[in-house]
Structure formats: structure tokens, C-alpha cells
């Protein structure tokens, strides 16, 4: 029995994370520079230049839907996945967008960002970024929270989700090591997320009329000390709820999720292609050395002369 692909499963029998293929790679290389330029270009830009993150969402919303269905194929073709993880994708995004309402964004309390924790340490960086983005997308339709944010919101939830599939796989840590690294990750990429996503808001939320505004065309040493204070003034707090709720949750629910994610990703055929190879040819009669003629192996029928003890 012959085995392709990149997945795999190793002796505990938990699945691995789906790895990255060289056109995976590429593809979210790809996507992670055009979120790194559509995050930080107004940093760079001159006082005149007039343009803001409130003009410039569509344009990285219709270029971003095109690079996720890039990464999807790319990881596919990488690894010979057939459909059924991309229908396992939309079954946790639905799940994810349906938690994000519980906590009504109360004091940064939003219970969807464990379950991307832990399903980007299941599903791999690629299908991890993915379901992050489309999880993002589907819960801001579900709650009306469409906006110039949205497309931000996709890439800082996909570069989250992905965080987690990047960890060390579970053939190095497993049980009580694997539950408390996820929980130390859930906790500095809470902070790491709300963050990202105060880099965009900022930018044109308050206007020049206070001290720690957004001044475009300034140095940008000045500028990034006025938006270390930005963040420390306005959702340290906020980031504070999001990442206690989230070790809390990784803690107490996160063995129980991670082994139901698992035990689903193999149902869902995630594992590697597994091909038999064609019996071994028998080429003659088993000869030992007492002169004696053997059946072949496995039982066989005789063939004209062979196939019996002789003497």
C-alpha cells in the first residue's frame, strides 16, 4: 500500500495539519503582501495625496475574493484534496459566523475566535487563512456589519487563523502541551488582531483634531507614536476581554473541539490518498533446499505440475 499527498496521520491517530505545497505557499504570499500594502500605505503617503481606507476597501475587497479562491485551488493541487474539504470549510465558517453574535461584541467578548484557533491548528496555514476570510465575510453579513473594515477584518481573522496552522505539528506536542501552546497563541494574537485592525480604523476615525490622531504625510516614527497611544487609549481593554475569553475557552473546551475537528477532518477525507499496488507476481515454484516443491504463497491454486509436495 502506497500513500501521496501531504497529509498523514500520526501514531496517536490525531490528523495532521494540511501542509503547504509550493503553490500554496505562493498564493498566500501573494495575499499576505497586498494586506501588508492595503494595511500600511497610508503610513507612506503624502499629506495631499487625499485618499483614506474609506475609498480604498472595495477595490481590495474585489481583489481579495479572487486571491482566496487562489489559495483554495492552489492547496488543493498541492495536495490532491478532493471536495470534501472545501464543504468541511463552509460547514465551520457557518459555525463561526454564528458564534460571533453571542457575545454582541460586548467588551471584545467574541467566542468565535477559539473555534479559529483551533481549526487552523487542524485544517493547516492554507485552509486555516481561508476559513478565517470567509468566516469574517459570512459574519458580517449575518450582523450587518458590512463596511469599509470588512476586507481588513477578512485578511487580519485569515493571518489569525493561519497563525495557529504555522504551529509546531501535534507529532511534537500533543495532550496538555498542545492545549497550553494554543492557549498562549489565542492570547497573543487576540492582542496581535485588534491591533492590525486599529491600524486601519485609525487612520480616519478621529480626524487630525487630537494628539494622537492620524497625521498623514508626517515621519513615520512620529506617527507610529501616536498610534502606540491610539491603541493603549482607545481597545487595550477590548483586545484585554477578546483573549481572556478565548484561553478560557481553549482551555476547558479545547481537547473535547480539537478531537472532534480531527475525527471529522479524517471522515472528511483530509488524509492522504491511499492507493493499493497490484499483487506480487508469482514467478515460479518455491524450491527449498530439501528438494521438496511448495505451493506459492498465499494459498494459491496449483498450477499443471506445481503446487503439490512431491518427494
Known amino acids: 500500500m502506497a500513500a501521496g499527498g501531504s497529509g498523514g496521520t500520526p501514531a496517536d491517530g490525531s490528523a495532521r495539519p494540511i501542509r503547504l505545497g509550493p503553490r500554496s505557499t505562493a498564493a498566500l504570499v501573494l495575499v ?6 492595503a494595511f500600511g500605505w497610508p503610513l507612506l503617503a503624502s499629506a495631499n495625496s487625499g485618499l483614506a481606507h474609506s475609498g480604498d476597501a472595495p477595490w481590495l475587497f474585489a481583489l481579495l475574493l479572487p486571491l482566496l479562491v487562489a489559495v483554495v485551488v492552489a492547496t488543493i493541487a498541492d495536495t490532491g484534496l478532493g471536495a470534501k474539504p472545501v ?3 463552509g460547514v465551520l465558517a457557518a459555525v463561526g459566523a454564528a458564534l460571533r453574535p453571542l457575545g454582541a461584541g460586548t467588551a471584545g467578548l467574541e467566542p468565535m475566535f477559539f473555534l479559529m484557533v483551533l481549526s487552523g491548528r487542524v485544517l493547516g496555514p492554507g485552509f486555516g487563512f481561508v476559513l478565517g476570510s ?9 450582523t450587518g456589519g458590512v463596511g469599509p473594515w470588512m476586507p481588513f477584518q477578512m485578511l487580519s481573522m ?4 493561519m497563525g495557529a496552522g504555522l504551529l509546531p505539528g501535534p507529532e511534537r506536542l500533543r495532550g496538555r502541551a498542545e492545549v497550553l501552546m494554543l492557549t498562549l497563541y489565542g492570547a497573543v ?3 496581535a488582531y485588534g491591533t492590525v485592525m486599529n491600524l486601519q480604523g485609525w487612520t480616519y476615525l478621529l480626524g487630525g483634531a487630537s494628539g494622537i490622531s492620524f497625521h498623514p504625510g508626517d515621519p513615520l516614527h512620529e506617527n507610529l507614536t ?3 497611544a491610539y491603541v493603549t487609549a482607545t481597545s487595550l481593554g477590548w483586545d484585554l476581554g477578546r483573549a481572556l475569553l478565548t484561553v478560557v475557552l ?3 473546551l479545547g481537547p473535547t473541539v480539537l478531537k472532534a475537528l480531527r475525527r471529522a477532518t479524517r471522515r472528511a477525507a483530509f488524509e492522504a490518498p491511499v492507493a493499493f499496488e497490484g499483487p506480487v507476481a508469482f514467478e515460479g515454484p518455491v524450491v ?3 528438494g521438496k516443491t511448495l505451493s506459492p504463497p498465499g494459498g494459491s491454486p496449483p498450477g499443471p505440475g506445481d503446487g503439490k509436495l512431491r518427494e
Open 250 to 252: 481553549t482551555v476547558t
Open 226 to 228: 501616536r498610534f502606540l
Open 134 to 142: 470567509i468566516t469574517m465575510f459570512a459574519s458580517a453579513l449575518l
Open 87 to 89: 464543504a468541511m470549510l
Open 288 to 290: 527449498p533446499s530439501d
Open 32 to 37: 499576505t503582501a497586498v494586506g501588508v500594502v
Open 158 to 161: 485569515g493571518w489569525f487563523t
Open 189 to 191: 494574537a487576540a492582542f
